[in-house]
């Protein structure tokens, strides 16, 4: 008779999650080092070697009594950087208004409003104001990146912009963008 399958124990580990045998693609091979030395030995044995070969420098260093004030005094802390799964660096959005102008049945048309919340103005407030300026209707919708966006409708994306920089002041008209034929051109 066949013997039965036993499972296998997988060691995960404790700082990314990611089976250890893994962890060198995983977001941060740097922070699961010192994880995978004290639990993991065996799956990276270069690790303790690299540590054996670091302790023997640092002791070189110690007896060598560098002073800390040969740091130069200009040095800063590095950024803090958000990173994604995968090791990706999340970018910081700039702030800018993005108008689009978007067809339907072929003569109605609807102007798309983004990126307003990042000056500070509040998306109903200026879907009100937006929509008595040009007797329309205007709403806040989700768009399809699932951010809020105002919504007019009709063909105001020229108009839109004066009225955007005197309602606002905090909005330059320099950060006001257009997209058209999928380019983005800016509107001064």
Same mark, same amino acid.
Not at 86 to 108: A, C, D, F, L, Y
Not at 118 to 143: I, M, R
């Given at each position: 008779?066949?013997?039965?399958? *036993?499972?296998?124990?997988?060691?995960?580990?404790?700082?990314?999650?990611? !089976?250890?045998?893994?962890? &060198?693609? +995983?977001?941060?091979?740097?922070?699961?080092? !010192?994880?995978?030395?004290?639990? @993991?030995?065996?799956?990276?044995? $270069?690790?303790?070697?690299?540590?054996?070969?670091?302790?023997?420098?640092?002791? *070189?260093? *110690?007896?060598?009594?560098?002073?800390?004030?040969?740091?130069?005094?200009?040095?800063?802390?590095?950024? /803090?950087?958000?990173?994604?799964?995968? +090791?990706?660096?999340?970018?910081?959005?700039?702030?800018?208004?993005?108008? &689009?102008?978007?067809?339907?049945?072929?003569?109605?048309?609807? =102007?798309?409003?983004?990126?307003?919340?990042?000056? +500070?103005?509040?998306?109903? $407030? @200026?879907?009100?104001?937006?929509?008595?300026?040009?007797? =329309? +209707?205007?709403?806040?919708?989700?768009?399809?990146? /699932?951010? &809020?966006?105002? $919504?007019? *409708?009709?063909?105001?994306?020229?108009?839109?912009?004066?009225?955007?920089? &005197? =309602?606002?002041?905090?909005?330059?008209? =320099?950060?006001?963008?257009?997209?058209? $034929?999928?380019?983005?051109? @800016? @509107?001064?």
């Amino acid at each position: 008779m066949a013997e039965k399958p *036993q499972a296998v124990k997988v060691n995960y580990c404790g700082v990314c999650g990611l !089976p250890a045998e893994y962890c &060198e693609f +995983g977001p941060d091979f740097e922070k699961c080092k !010192p994880w995978l030395i004290r639990n @993991a030995p065996d799956v990276y044995p $270069d690790l303790i070697k690299d540590v054996k070969d670091a302790d023997n420098v640092t002791q *070189q260093l *110690q007896g060598a009594s560098i002073s800390d004030k040969a740091s130069t005094p200009g040095s800063s802390k590095p950024e /803090e950087v958000k990173r994604l799964p995968g +090791g990706k660096i999340k970018k910081k959005e700039k702030p800018e208004v993005i108008i &689009e102008k978007v067809t339907r049945n072929r003569r109605k048309s609807i =102007t798309t409003v983004k990126g307003l919340e990042l000056f +500070g103005v509040k998306l109903s $407030d @200026a879907s009100k104001k937006l929509g008595k300026k040009f007797a =329309t +209707g205007a709403s806040v919708v989700k768009g399809p990146t /699932e951010k &809020e966006q105002v $919504d007019v *409708q009709g063909d105001i994306s020229f108009d839109v912009v004066d009225f955007i920089t &005197e =309602t606002w002041p905090d909005v330059p008209e =320099t950060a006001i963008y257009f997209i058209e $034929d999928g380019k983005k051109v @800016a @509107a001064a």
